[in-house]
């Protein structure tokens, strides 16, 4: 059974750079079926999506954040990571790492859904 | 949201409640949705993927159907564990990426 896990900071600064990393265990990152995303639920508000990346490090990103992103994956370590620069006070959100099933093909396959999350952790932007 | 869901929907144990997700030919028209169930400080959990399939270990009382741009989820039998936020998802081909809908707070009278 896949399980994701996140690591991060809780706390940071404006103006500073997020940077988050995700586990997976119990399977590989290397699947071809699937992509690897990240999604933040600000507080009190619904789910966005923020990146996903294939695991030959093809990289998507939201458009509404495109440019302060960046998603990158290690296969050597099973881990895939997020890096939001230049964060203020709306980037305060609970951080998800999430898998992506994806079908129609066994590379580059289109988007199925959100198949495991992680529990998510919770990131602060406040000096 | 790209995609509409109600705020919120109610119903007391025992009864069938139906919770939608409004889009367009971009998104749900032409891709397949999926629904989540979201528990404060959980992981969310998959319900529905491919419009109506349920992964293992997800009970019947739980279905999805589409229809055109549109979809639903229904719960029968409703329980008290029920009680949560529900949201739907889908490929929006003109953002070209997944969207999410706003979330329906599901209360168990």
């Known amino acids: 059974q896949v399980q994701l896990q996140e690591s991060g900071p809780g706390l940071v600064k404006p103006s500073e750079t997020l940077s988050l990393a995700c586990t997976v265990s119990?399977?590989?990152?290397?699947?071809?079926?699937?992509?690897w995303s990240w999604i933040r639920q600000p507080p009190g508000k619904g789910l966005e999506w923020i990146a996903y990346?294939?695991?030959?490090?093809?990289?998507y990103y939201n458009p509404s954040l495109r440019g302060r992103l960046s998603i990158s994956v290690d296969t050597s370590t099973n881990q895939f990571s997020l890096d939001l620069t230049s964060v203020t006070a709306a980037d305060t959100a609970v951080y998800y790492c999430?898998?992506?099933?994806?079908?129609?093909?066994?590379?580059?396959?289109?988007?199925?859904?959100?198949?495991?999350w992680g529990r998510g952790t919770l990131v602060t932007v406040s000096s | 949201s790209v995609l509409t869901q109600p705020p919120s929907a109610s119903g007391t144990p025992g009864q069938r409640v139906t919770i939608s997700c409004s889009g367009s030919?971009?998104?749900?028209?032409?891709?397949?949705v999926s629904w989540y169930q979201h528990l404060p400080g959980t992981a969310p959990k998959l319900l529905i993927y491919?419009?109506?399939q349920r992964p293992s270990g997800i009970p019947d009382r739980f279905s999805g159907s589409k229809s055109v741009s549109s979809a639903s989820l229904a719960i029968s039998g409703l329980q008290s564990e029920d009680e949560a936020d529900y949201y739907c998802?889908?490929?929006?081909?003109?953002?070209?990426?997944?969207?999410f809908g706003g979330g329906t707070k599901l209360t168990v009278l």
């Open positions: 999430a898998s992506i099933k994806g079908y129609g093909s066994d590379t580059y396959p289109l988007f199925g859904y959100f198949d495991v």
């Open positions: 119990g399977g590989s990152i290397t699947r071809g079926d699937y992509y």
């Open positions: 990346v294939y695991y030959s490090g093809s990289k």
């Open positions: 030919s971009s998104n749900i028209g032409s891709n397949v």
């Open positions: 491919f419009n109506n």
């Open positions: 998802a889908t490929w929006d081909d003109n953002l070209n990426g997944p969207v």
